[in-house]
């Protein structure tokens, strides 16, 4: 009445007033604590954004190792960027297999066509050293233009070596050394070794150029004597026992040759054309060795008391 309120009530008082006021905090509650996010997409965000950050550090990697060793670029101070300095590369990869090379030509003399040619224990390494010295003994003491060169150690085959006896004349014991040259000139090379050092050194002629006209199927070496005697001023008193050889060449038609000296009697080794003989004696003797030849068929062909070039009796 007069335009006034009912007692008790105020302006906001009465049920609208109330309705208002329960929409409006109803708004004031969903602003301040919204509705919970939806977990499941939430989620499946994180895991895409995981896989897209290791693809990316991966293709760093990547990039990374293909950039040669030098190229890389540093962070320096100041945000500027400056090139490391080359290092050395340590290469990882197979090294090439070694080529292959030729194994090096053979050097020295041939060897003997058996090995009952060395005796005594000298060995063909020791044969072909005392070889080499005969060579440079002989190149030592050439005295004239007109002195032919012997050639090299390369150029003989080794027909014979073994203990020497030193005697009146050429004291001391060594060894002795035989050797042919086929080529350039037949040449055969008795040699004497002592102490290590060449000490005497006969050369003769080699093979049937050197050989008279009407000489028989086996030649011995008419200067062999040096291996198989001592010298005459001792004679009827030689060094015993004494280690002898015998050299000289054969013919084609000769298989066999056999060599009797003192009470023994040795089979020799046939060499491309030569014979070699060698035993020991060990009593004193006269006479030179006895030298017979065969056929292939066991025929004497040879025999050295017939023969007029040897020398049958010793000096």
């Not at 090294?95 to 060395?118: E, F, H, I, V």
């Not at 020497?164 to 050394?177: A, C, H, K, L, R």
Request: charged share 20%.
């Amino acid at each position: 009445m007069n335009g006034e309120q009912p007692q008790g009530q105020g302006p906001g008082d009465g049920p609208d007033f109330e309705e208002r006021l329960r929409g409006l905090l109803a708004e004031d509650a969903y602003t301040i604590r919204p509705s919970p996010a939806p977990y499941p997409a939430i989620r499946h965000r994180g895991a895409a954004e995981r896989r897209r950050r290791v693809a990316a550090a991966g293709a760093a990697l990547v990039t990374l190792a293909a950039v040669p060793v030098g190229a890389y670029a540093l962070g320096v101070p100041g945000g500027a960027s400056g090139t490391a300095s080359p290092q050395t590369a340590v290469s990882a990869s197979r090294s090439a297999a070694p080529t292959p090379t030729a194994s090096p030509t053979p050097t020295g003399p041939a060897r003997p066509a058996t090995d009952r040619q060395l005796f005594d224990g000298v060995s063909f390494e020791q044969a072909a050293e005392g070889l080499d010295k005969c060579l440079a003994y002989d190149r030592q003491h050439t005295t004239g233009p007109d002195d032919a060169d012997l050639g090299a150690a390369d150029e003989y085959r080794i027909i014979l070596a073994m203990n020497s006896t030193g005697d009146s004349n050429t004291p001391g014991d060594g060894m002795f050394v035989v050797a042919v040259q086929e080529k350039p000139a037949q040449t055969r090379l008795i040699c004497n070794i002592k102490d290590g050092e060449a000490s005497g050194l006969n050369i003769g002629g080699g093979g049937a150029e050197g050989l008279p006209p009407d000489a028989g199927a086996v030649f011995p070496d008419m200067n062999g004597g040096k291996l198989y005697q001592q010298s005459f001023l001792d004679k009827g008193s030689w060094k015993l026992p004494f280690r002898w050889g015998v050299i000289g060449t054969v013919k084609s038609s000769v298989a066999k040759v056999t060599v009797s000296y003192g009470d023994a009697t040795s089979e020799a080794a046939l060499d491309h054309g030569w014979f070699v003989a060698s035993g020991v004696l060990d009593r004193q003797v006269t006479a030179a060795p006895h030298v017979k030849g065969y056929d292939a068929g066991g025929k004497l062909v040879y025999d050295s008391d017939q023969d007029k070039y040897y020398e049958k009796n010793l000096p």
